[in-house]
Structure formats: C-alpha cells, structure tokens
C-alpha cells in the first residue's frame, strides 16, 4: 500500500513536469535512457560513423556513466532523483527528442505521452530469453491490479523493439502485447562485436596481459544470473574446492556474479591459483566471453551471444523447479538447451574432462537465436532510424 501510494505520487510530479516540457518544440535529437548501455554505445558508434549530425543526449544510471566518460560531444546525465537539476534535465531531453532509446523497464514511461513524430525504440538487453518476463513473468500475479496496469501502460509506450531473431520477436510480442509491426529485425547492436575480429583480439590480449596464466590454460567462465533472494545473502553453488583440485592444473575458473549481489567472500584469494573474481572489475560482459572457452551459466541470457562463437556450454541448474515456480522459464526449458545440464559439482567435472559436447547443436541454436545478428546490427538500425542521412 505504501509501495504504491510513492509511486503513484512520483508517476503525478513526473507527469506534470513532463507535461510542461512537452509544449516546447521537439528538437533533432536522440536520447538514450542506459541500464546497461553496451547496446546504446554501439548505436552511438555507428552514428557517428555515418557522420550523423544530431543532438545526443544519454540518460545514464551513475554506475554505466564511465562506458561515455570519453564522449565529449554528446550530454551525459546522471538519471536519477538525487539532483532536482538532474532529474529536472532528464525530463526535458524526453520531451523534446525525436528518438528515445530505451534498454530495459521503465516506470516513468507510464506517466508520459510522445508527442507524433517521436518514437520510442526498446533495445533490449538480452538477444534471447529463458526467464519469463513482463506480462508473462510468473510474479505478475501476485502484484496489484494497479501495478499490473501500470506495466502495461508502460510496455504501450515501446513504439519499436530491436530484435535479433524472429524467435525472440514472438517472446516480446507476448510478453509486451506488441503486434508484428512493431518488431525491428535489425539484429542486436552489441553482438557486431564478435564479428570484430580487431576488437576482439584486442580484449583476449588486454586479458591475457592482465592474467599471464590464461596463456597456458584453458579459460572457464561461470556467469549465473541472479536470484531476488539471494542478492543480500549469496550462497555460491559450486564446490570450488573440489573443481581446483580436479580442473587446477590445465583450467582456471573466472567468476562473473551479477554486481547487484554483495558478496563478502573473496573466492580468488582462497584459491588464487585457479579462481579469479571479475565480478566488480570493469570488463565488459562480451570481452569474459570471447576469452572462455567454456561458459558455465543457467537461466541467464548471454548463453545467446556465447553461442555464436560455436564454444561448449553447460547449464548449471540446481533450483530448476524453485526457479520455474518463482520467476519462471519458457515452457519445456530443458528441452531447448544447447548443451549438458548439470545439477551438481561433479557433473560439471566430469563433463568438461569427458569433452561431452554437441558443437552442431550450439551451431543450430545460434543460428536460430542470431538469425539477424551478423555483424551489421548497428548499421541496419541507424539505416532505420535515419535512411536520408546513412551510406549505402
């Protein structure tokens, strides 16, 4: 009841200050509202390759604000309500730009109304789904008719929605009742990365600099998603000791924990020789996959970007059942999985010593899954977003 009551009050301030920006002029400008924002910067990037001349502003939660510390030419702003002068700021850059980029849930979007002419774009972050969301989020149910409403509206205001593959279309028109008119199938901006084989040399050397040992042994990156209960109590579910003594000589373990969990064990320096901790330093998620050459995960999306370097998988999915009940997966989840599902330590063990992979099957699951996404995401959205201005 609380809950809803400060919501509601902070959707009501919005509405009116947004209101009164929105009786002045649009402008030849886009704005980008970042969460996470590797998507944002690569349309960015593409921008000003094709020598797009417009006003850029980015709306950016403080703790991605070092992805843009470099873009001097374009207004980055803290979005949050910790400045009036901020806050205030934010606003008037969403009611006066012809394109707003958005990359995830946004709550003040159920308290705005684009002018015509202005067009929402959601890029996404995710290029596939395992976890159900939005509307089809199991949560949902437990949340007030009010709250269920406001998702909607907020899922209404998404003119377009970046997809890299006609399988992820169909989960976003059902999870945010879209039509097929409203799908973009560009591809998704950040995976041109792996098709950058100069950007993606230059993160295996940095890598490779930075841990010597990388060089002689092979690289295995554990990267779970998190877990609503876990993230102020964080059990880790791998027997790291087990996995040292049985993998140390010929592998090392990279741990990536979402940077939402606070976690107070420090895991690489128990077992400094095998494990090391990149959940709080500064790499982007895209350079950890290109140097692993196995990725351990579960529900987590990057298992779509992952396979389109065609390398082993394993599903480390010990809360299968408590999961699909509290958050929910996809229907037969198990089913679509390119690669071994283990429940356990040893499973995970004996499956990377046994090499028991299906390369063909990840082949197949990319190919589904990427089917837009090679190498020209970026391109083919700001083609869309500015035909008259973009190279041919």
């Excluded at 149910?141 to 593959?165: L, M, N, Q």
């Amino acid at each position: 009841m609380v809950r809803e009551l400060a919501i509601f009050l902070f959707l009501l301030v919005f509405r009116l200050v947004f209101f009164l920006f929105n009786l002045l002029p649009l402008k030849d400008k886009t704005t980008f509202i970042v969460s996470f924002g590797d998507n944002s910067k690569y349309v960015l990037e593409e921008m000003w390759r094709q020598n797009i001349e417009v006003e850029v502003a980015v709306l950016c939660k403080r703790n991605r604000m070092d992805l843009f510390i470099d873009y001097t030419h374009i207004e980055v702003v803290p979005f949050d309500t910790l400045t009036v002068f901020h806050w205030l700021k934010s606003i008037y850059h969403l009611a006066t730009s012809r394109y707003i980029m958005v990359d995830n849930y946004y709550g003040f979007l159920a308290a705005v109304h684009f002018k015509k002419g202005v067009e929402c774009i959601q890029l996404w972050h995710a290029s596939g789904a395992w976890k159900k969301f939005g509307l089809e989020d199991e949560s949902i149910k437990y949340r007030s008719p009010k709250a269920r409403k406001r998702f909607s509206r907020v899922y209404s205001r998404f003119h377009k929605v970046v997809v890299g593959s006609d399988a992820m279309a169909a989960v976003f028109m059902k999870s945010f009742s879209l039509n097929a008119q409203q799908i973009l199938r560009t591809g998704v901006p950040r995976t041109d990365f792996f098709f950058n084989e100069k950007l993606v040399k230059k993160a295996r050397h940095t890598l490779a600099v930075q841990y010597p040992m990388w060089k002689t042994k092979k690289v295995i990156l554990y990267a779970p998603t998190y877990r609503d209960n876990e993230l102020e109590q964080f059990t880790l579910q791998l027997d790291l000791q087990t996995m040292a003594e049985k993998l140390g000589n010929d592998y090392i373990l990279l741990l990536r924990l979402h940077p939402a969990i606070q976690n107070t064990v420090i895991f690489s320096k128990q077992y400094s020789d095998f494990v090391v901790d990149v959940s709080s330093i500064k790499y982007e998620m895209n350079e950890l996959l290109v140097a692993a050459d196995y990725l351990i995960t579960d529900y987590s999306s990057i298992v779509f970007e992952y396979s389109l370097m065609k390398k082993p998988i394993i599903f480390f999915i010990y809360d299968l059942e408590q999961y699909k009940h509290s958050r929910g997966v996809v229907e037969e989840f198990e089913h679509h999985l390119p690669g071994p599902i283990a429940r356990a330590t040893n499973s995970i063990i004996e499956t990377i010593l046994s090499n028991e992979f299906n390369l063909h099957a990840i082949h197949d699951f990319s190919e589904i899954w990427n089917k837009y996404s090679k190498g020209y995401s970026s391109y083919h959205l700001v083609q869309y977003m500015f035909p008259e201005k973009v190279r041919r």
